[in-house]
Each structure stands twice: as C-alpha cells, then as structure tokens.
C-alpha cells in the first residue's frame, strides 16, 4: 500500500476544508474576547495553566516532529528518535527563566523588548534580523510539509494544498490574535496526543518491540549503535536548536507574557514533560518499517507511510487515511498559526511602533496587524513554492537560534556586560556556524554557533563590562 492510496482527493479536500471551517468558526468566536491591542497580542495576560500547557505543546509539535523525527529515527537508529525528543529540554529551561522574564518585563510584549533594553539599538536590531529570517524559515518548513503531505496522502496538488492550510490557519488568527491561537491550539494538542498514542498502540499490536530489536540487529546494526558520531552530534544539535529556539523567538516570549505571572513556569515545564515522549512514539512508528515489511519509498515520509500500513492492518482499515490526515493537520495548524501570531506582533510592535517610529489606536492597530499578518503569510508562500526538503530548511537556520542562547541567559541574569562583545560574538556565531553547516558537516553549525557565542558572552562579562539597562518597558 502506497501513500497515495490512503485517500482519494474529494475526500482529502472534503476533511481539509472542513477542519478549515471549524477552526476559522472557533477563531471567531474566541476572537469576540479581543477587543484591544493587548488582548489580540497577549490574550489579556490572564492565560491558565491547562491552556498555557496545551498552546506551548500543540506548537512544539509541529509538522517536523510527526516529520523529521521518524525521518530521523529511520535513518540514525535509537540515537536519532532520542536526538529529537532532546529538544524538550529547551522548553524545560524556559520554565524558570519565563519567571525571571514576567518578572523583569512584567509590562513586556515581544521578544524585541528585552533586546532593545538589554543591548540597544545595535544589538535590537542583529536579534530582529535572526528572529524574522528564523520565522519565516520555520514558516516555510510548516507550508512546504502540509502541502507534501496533502499530496501525498490524498492527491492534492501541493501548490493548492499548501495554500489551503496557509489561508485556514491566517483567517482564524486574523479573527482572534492569541486567544483564538491558544484555543485552537488546546483542541489541537488533544487531537495531536490521542491520535499519536492510538497509532503507535496500534503498531505494537502489529509488531512486537523484541522483534523491532531483532530485526535491526540483524539486518541494519548501525541503527543501534550507541557511538554512531552522527546521531550523536544529532542529539547535542538538537538540544541547542531546542535551547536558542524558546530563547529569542517570539513565540515562547509571548506565551510568557500571556499567561499568569506565577502560571507561566508551570506550564512551561508541564509542555515539555508532555512533548518529550511524542518525537520517541513517532520515531518507534519509522523503526518498525522493516518488520512489518513495510517498502519505504520516499524516506522523509516514513513516519505516515508506516502508519498508514499498521491502520490499514486493522479494522479501521477503510479510515487509516482520516486519521493520518487529522493529526497532521492539527501539528501543522499548531504551529502556522503561533507563528503568524508571533511574527505579525514583532512586525507591529518593533518594526511598525519600534523602528519607523509610528503610533497606533485601538481603531487603527488591526488593520495594521492584519497586514502584517498576510504579508507574513504571502511571503512564506512563495518561499514555500521551491517545495524543498523541511529538515535542510528547518536546520540551517540551527546556527542562528544557537547564537543567541547565551546572550539571553546573560542579560537576565547578569547586571553588567560588554555589548560590543556579546553583539559581536552573536555575529560571528552565526557566520562561523552557517559555514560549517554547510562545508563540514550538518549537525555541527548549531554547536560551533552556541560555543563561540558563549566564549564571547563570557569575555563581555570581565573585558570592559558596563551596567545593562534596567528591564523596564
């Protein structure tokens, strides 16, 4: 059995389009209860623990976990599944540090607040460049995989099934901000959680986890070696990728910014518990490929094709499809839509208020938010039309992310610092890690990234520190 099998392409654009109206009716309706700037960006700050909890896992679990991470574990063994869930630890580490955030900005909006008062205007401006280009690739891995996974699953053109998703999910943001955000994404996790868990229940009916184990000894020992270099690198790349990706997008910071003051670590720390097992269940799907005989065709969508095979196996053969299709639908809208969210308020708040020095009322900030919103959207779409392979996409910006760990973690915690240094050293990390992702070897740019920033993070702290100034917006 084929991916293409799974559905035919009434049936696929029927499912698709009316998730699409379920989610644009939902944004409405929660959209009612934003009625001010404030309540469009941030929810009116008064997010709880269950919802805090579920956005923060819904969008971690994007279309690269259900993705990347069965790629991952198909092609570097037990390591790779496990280099995957190591990026858990990133939102583990922001739970602390989103109470030290709340606390220091407890006015704070975007991501670009804490650069422009720790570093400056210089040092404002290198982390909006980093976080804009990271969004928009981010971005373009969500569209590329919706509309690979549409066409593959149920025929759908992948330029048409792309935009689909893309319009769905910037409708229902357009609608209600964060609190249409947050409540789609707290039905989406539920969704993500029980259809993931039911999938691989149904794969060890299938094929027990000692025939797994057998299977590889014997034919493919290399996935099972602890000291394979790759997949080890693999883990460490990850779990910076992970470290950099909660520390400067806006993404986390305006979850942080969003929930209760003393919710946010809480929640926090209760989405990374809850994502940590996901990429390991997805994962396992892809290792039980070769006792189950299933012929892997296109390695990226191992993760589907396995799971279309165990379901067609049992009696829910006739709706394998179905449920594929919802809950990657659900991982990918979880993701699009945080990240229109995230991006249009930096666009809005430091670009629009920020950089070109414009004033906005209640009466013209949607407008303004709106456009933001769609320009976003257009320019992943076009970006995404190239359809290339989402992990090369996604980790190249690894690099990126990494440079800014250290600087984060210092300007909360240290009250004085050499910017020059710390801005220098987040430039140089970023060069120096895109060249050897490129030139020597994938998994190393975001490590090379992280460790020259931080010996320069580390020097600003003894060569000619200055006072920072205070975190007051």
Same mark, same amino acid.
């Given at each position: 059995?084929?991916?293409?099998?799974?559905?035919?392409?009434?049936?696929?654009?029927?499912?698709?389009?009316?998730?699409?109206?379920?989610?644009?009716?939902?944004?409405?309706?929660?959209?009612?209860?934003?009625?001010?700037?404030?309540?469009?960006?941030?929810?009116?700050?008064?997010?709880?623990?269950?919802?805090?909890?579920?956005?923060?896992?819904?969008? &971690?679990?994007?279309?690269?976990?259900?993705?990347?991470?069965?790629?991952?574990?198909?092609?570097?063994?037990?390591?790779?599944?496990?280099?995957?869930?190591?990026?858990?630890?990133?939102?583990?580490?922001?739970?602390?540090?989103?109470?030290?955030?709340?606390?220091?900005?407890?006015?704070?909006?975007?991501?670009?607040?804490?650069?422009?008062?720790?570093?400056?205007?210089?040092?404002?401006?290198?982390?909006?460049?980093?976080?804009?280009?990271?969004?928009?690739?981010?971005?373009?891995?969500?569209?590329?995989?919706?509309?690979?996974?549409?066409?593959?699953?149920?025929?759908?053109?992948?330029?048409?099934?792309?935009?689909?998703?893309?319009?769905?999910?910037?409708?229902?943001?357009?609608?209600?901000?964060?609190?249409?955000?947050?409540?789609?994404?707290?039905?989406?996790?539920?969704?993500?959680?029980?259809?993931?868990?039911?999938?691989?229940?149904?794969?060890?009916?299938?094929?027990?986890?000692?025939?797994?184990?057998?299977?590889?000894?014997?034919?493919?020992?290399?996935?099972?070696?602890?000291?394979?270099?790759?997949?080890?690198?693999?883990?460490?790349?990850?779990?910076?990728?992970?470290?950099?990706?909660?520390?400067?997008?806006?993404?986390? &910071?305006?979850?942080?910014?969003?929930?209760?003051?003393?919710?946010?670590?809480?929640?926090?720390?209760?989405?990374?518990?809850?994502?940590?097992?996901?990429?390991?269940?997805?994962?396992?799907?892809?290792?039980?490929?070769?006792?189950?005989?299933?012929?892997?065709?296109?390695?990226?969508?191992?993760?589907?094709?396995?799971?279309?095979?165990?379901?067609?196996?049992?009696?829910?053969?006739?709706?394998?499809?179905?449920?594929?299709?919802?809950?990657?639908?659900?991982?990918?809208?979880?993701?699009?839509?945080?990240?229109?969210?995230?991006?249009?308020?930096?666009?809005?708040?430091?670009?629009?208020?920020?950089?070109?020095?414009?004033?906005?009322?209640?009466?013209?900030?949607?407008?303004?938010?709106?456009?933001?919103?769609?320009?976003?959207?257009?320019?992943?779409?076009?970006?995404?039309?190239?359809?290339?392979?989402?992990?090369?996409?996604?980790?190249?910006?690894?690099?990126?992310?990494?440079?800014?760990?250290?600087?984060?973690?210092?300007?909360?915690?240290?009250?004085?610092?050499?910017?020059?240094?710390?801005?220098?050293?987040?430039?140089?990390?970023?060069?120096?890690?895109? &060249?050897?992702?490129?030139?020597?070897?994938?998994?190393?740019?975001?490590?090379?990234?992280?460790?020259?920033?931080?010996?320069?993070?580390?020097?600003?702290?003894?060569?000619?520190?200055?006072?920072?100034?205070?975190?007051?917006?």
């Amino acid at each position: 059995m084929t991916l293409a099998a799974a559905l035919n392409q009434s049936t696929g654009w029927a499912i698709v389009i009316s998730l699409g109206v379920l989610w644009v009716l939902l944004g409405i309706y929660w959209g009612r209860r934003a009625k001010t700037s404030e309540g469009f960006m941030l929810a009116g700050r008064n997010v709880g623990l269950a919802l805090g909890a579920a956005t923060a896992m819904a969008t &971690w679990v994007t279309s690269n976990t259900t993705m990347v991470a069965p790629l991952l574990a198909y092609e570097k063994g037990v390591w790779g599944m496990l280099a995957y869930a190591s990026a858990s630890f990133g939102l583990l580490l922001f739970a602390p540090l989103a109470f030290r955030i709340r606390k220091l900005l407890p006015n704070g909006v975007t991501a670009g607040d804490f650069f422009r008062l720790r570093y400056g205007r210089l040092g404002w401006a290198v982390f909006l460049v980093i976080t804009l280009v990271y969004s928009i690739t981010w971005l373009v891995t969500m569209a590329i995989a919706g509309g690979k996974l549409l066409e593959a699953l149920a025929a759908i053109p992948f330029a048409q099934g792309m935009t689909l998703i893309l319009v769905v999910c910037v409708l229902y943001t357009l609608f209600g901000g964060l609190y249409a955000v947050i409540g789609t994404d707290f039905i989406q996790s539920l969704i993500i959680l029980i259809g993931i868990v039911f999938i691989d229940f149904v794969v060890i009916q299938n094929v027990e986890v000692a025939a797994v184990h057998t299977h590889l000894a014997r034919e493919q020992p290399a996935l099972l070696d602890i000291m394979m270099p790759a997949a080890l690198l693999a883990i460490f790349n990850n779990m910076l990728f992970g470290f950099g990706e909660v520390m400067h997008n806006n993404v986390w &910071w305006s979850r942080a910014f969003a929930m209760r003051e003393k919710i946010a670590p809480k929640a926090f720390f209760l989405s990374g518990i809850l994502w940590f097992p996901i990429p390991i269940a997805a994962g396992f799907i892809a290792l039980a490929a070769g006792p189950l005989g299933v012929n892997v065709t296109d390695p990226s969508k191992v993760g589907p094709q396995v799971a279309e095979h165990v379901l067609g196996l049992s009696a829910l053969g006739p709706y394998a499809g179905v449920i594929i299709l919802v809950v990657l639908f659900c991982s990918m809208a979880s993701s699009i839509d945080s990240l229109l969210a995230a991006t249009s308020d930096l666009l809005v708040r430091d670009i629009y208020e920020g950089v070109f020095k414009k004033s906005l009322t209640p009466e013209t900030f949607r407008p303004v938010a709106a456009v933001c919103i769609i320009s976003v959207s257009v320019i992943a779409w076009l970006l995404a039309l190239s359809g290339l392979p989402v992990d090369q996409v996604l980790f190249s910006s690894g690099p990126l992310v990494a440079s800014l760990i250290w600087p984060v973690i210092a300007g909360l915690f240290w009250k004085q610092l050499n910017r020059t240094l710390v801005i220098l050293g987040i430039v140089f990390a970023c060069g120096i890690g895109l &060249w050897c992702y490129f030139e020597v070897q994938t998994y190393t740019g975001a490590l090379v990234a992280a460790a020259i920033s931080m010996i320069f993070t580390i020097a600003a702290r003894y060569l000619g520190p200055q006072p920072l100034n205070p975190l007051s917006s």
